[in-house]
């Protein structure tokens, strides 16, 4: 929090308020003392919901409760903080979901399977639930409509920008509109983060509609992302419809209707990804990794996440070398379908190797400009056929280990 | 190699002379200007040779060259370069192969698909096939038993210290020899280097026997070692038994007149694999990591290896943090079958944490004074079942950044 800022950093857009979707944030104190650190949003009835959680096999008792939560598809409220993830606490982890969800309830008028929680933080440590109890009466007397802004500050942990994207979308001759943050430093980061996202709209669309549109823009976006190949126990997105608009009548499932706003929901989720790798511990430039040529979608994203989540890979970016042999030793890695024959490694759009070997006359000076720049594209093509994936991440530093090796304190 | 020597380093024992083989060393100028970058190895007729490889699926020429040479389960020599891998280099670097083969098979006497060969060091670039070939006659006239010294460090690369070990074994009543060497600061380490790792014995063992002593104690030794999870493309363990010693007959499937062989060959192969553990890139800790109570001893491999590749895991042993979260959050990133619940945690011995949640009353004192130390121990019970794995692996530091942020030159 009080490093410096990513040289990645993007700034935080105006956020319109959502009709029906109120928020508010307060320093409760559960683990930091100076700041924000707790924010609870209020839902209007009939608002539907859609989450997509951490496939970590060790998840926290937030994520557990939502689980359960979301089978009713119906929300009222969401209580999140920061500074303790409620992860590996046992008994008690769980009791602290049940009590935050019950006295919720009881303050907002709705029922506790209603009231969804999200928790980042250090893991193993108790939350003290009687803190974080005594901070909800306050915060919701204020909730408003326009708060997302102080919400993107009060999720975070070892961000060092807060994220927030927004969008409009057509649905029929209605206009909607989407808004939403995150947080996280790497699918998860140190004993401090991990990665949070909350998205709201005020369009109307049944909950199995909702979880379609949010499973399949996830799979193109957070889940496209990594920093260090570490899955947080506690990864949350949620998506919340306050059905507050007027447009014609979304069927269950959904359909061509929806199309626009599945646009402009995957260019938010989409955004907010991004900004997490660009926020990525000790990160220095973004990674744009595109895998083509590949024999599936499936296969070309297992590859493109091999040269992602490669230590050698990252510290030749950081270093600004264009290494395409540790680029060629990450495809063989990775256990899919590869001829090393048939393949092609460009950087920077320059086409460096191709056919089992270098090529020998390519031009290397744009290469090494592009290496010197925030943004490095990295592209490989596999000659097998034509699946295709991107995904992104951010270069291993000196950063990452500053922040990652320090005792906890 | 000018850098300074690992903290973790051993001493390089004495090693006899192997009966039937005989090797030499030689600066043959192929990218190192000022030390013995080549090495070859000539050994008697009969003998009988076993090899393990790469599963990278982009691996080098050589390795494509030992594969169909293995075939024939027999061996005459051994060549093994450092500074340039072979890799990604195409037709020229078949060609390399080939003609290494046959030069050195004219020089030996034997056919070229007796003769093995290993490359280590950079990535896409042609190896200078004449100047190894001019170096070759040079070697061979001065081959002699007893020169395991000089080819542990001849086949350094980014290694910080040779690394050799030895053990006598009994067959019957007779006592056979088994030398190794190896080089790796990493599973993978940058472009100048890769796990390679040659063994002789003097013991008559058939090809058929041989080979699965070396699969099965391969298994237990150097697939258990991780520094980065990067996979080099030329991974390579050649096993030589020249046939040199009088010992009963040891039929083409081996059996229990092994049994003692088995146990000398699994102490060499465990003591080179721990020296590349030890001389992973910027280690400054050597940790292992058991895993016990899984489903099965598969599944705690890929747990245990999930605890060793964690970037996260890493970097807290490297800031002398027993980050037990991180541990827990590594276990069920793993995808193999756990239960938070029924998960324990120990560090140093001392167990922190135990069915869901920390062991609120542990004595950390211990634990402290434990992750000080230069050898650091985690254990992990899944709770489960039987299976169980033990791995290791290094600290992640500043100095790893250091030595693969570097630009080549």
């Known amino acids: 929090m009080t490093g410096p800022v990513s040289p ?20 409760a104190g559960i683990r930091y003392k100076t700041r924000e650190d707790m924010t609870v949003f209020r839902f209007a009835p009939g608002t539907t919901v859609a989450g997509v959680f951490t496939m ?8 557990d409760w939502c689980r359960a939560a979301l089978k009713g598809g119906k929300a009222r409220a969401l209580v999140v903080n920061a500074g303790n993830s409620n992860v590996f606490t046992g008994r008690a982890g769980r009791e602290t979901c049940e009590r935050t969800a019950a006295e919720t309830a009881a303050l907002i008028g709705c029922k506790p399977r209603e009231v969804f929680i999200a928790s980042t933080g250090v893991i193993g440590e108790r939350l003290p639930t009687d ?3 005594a901070a909800l009466p306050g915060a919701v007397a204020k909730l408003q409509a326009d708060s997302w802004q102080s919400a993107a500050r009060a999720i975070m942990t070892t961000d060092t920008f807060p994220k927030g994207a927004t969008r409009t ?10 808004c939403g943050i995150a947080k996280g430093s790497g699918m998860i980061a140190p004993d401090m983060a991990t990665m949070l996202s909350f998205i709201a709209t005020d369009a109307k669309i049944p909950a199995v509609a909702l979880q379609k549109l949010l499973s399949k823009g996830n799979a193109k976006s957070f889940n496209c992302v990594t920093v260090d190949s570490d899955t947080s126990t506690s990864d949350t997105v949620l998506l919340f419809a306050t ?11 959904g359909g061509a209707i929806l199309k626009d706003f599945a646009r402009a929901l995957d260019e938010v989720l989409h955004d907010l990804a991004l900004m997490v790798a660009r926020d990525g511990e000790g990160a220095q430039k973004l990674i744009t990794i595109d895998v083509t040529g590949a024999v599936s979608a499936k296969s070309a994203h297992r590859v493109a996440m091999a040269i992602a989540n490669s230590p050698l890979v990252k510290t030749a970016v950081a270093g600004e070398d264009a290494n395409w042999g540790r680029i060629v030793m990450a495809v063989g890695k990775a256990g899919e379908p590869a001829d090393r024959d048939k393949l092609s490694v460009a950087v920077g759009g320059v086409w460096m190797a191709r056919e089992g070997g270098v090529i020998p006359d390519y031009d290397e000076a744009p290469v090494v400009a592009h290496m010197k720049g925030r943004e490095v594209q990295i592209t490989v093509d596999l000659g097998l ?21 320090s005792y906890r304190s």
Chains 1, 2 share one sequence.
């Open 8 to 27: 990645l950093a993007l700034p935080l857009p105006e956020m319109p308020a959502i009709t029906g979707a109120e928020c508010a944030s307060t320093a």
């Open 56 to 63: 970590n096999k060790c998840p926290g008792a937030p994520v």
């Open 131 to 133: 803190v974080l109890l």
């Open 169 to 178: 979308a057509r649905i029929g001759d209605a206009t909607v509109t989407i």
């Open 243 to 253: 059905g507050q608009a007027k447009h014609p009548r979304i069927p269950a499932e």
């Open 385 to 405: 056929g034509r699946g295709k994936a991107r995904v992104w991440t951010c270069d291993l530093t000196h950063g990452y280990i500053d922040i990652n090796g």
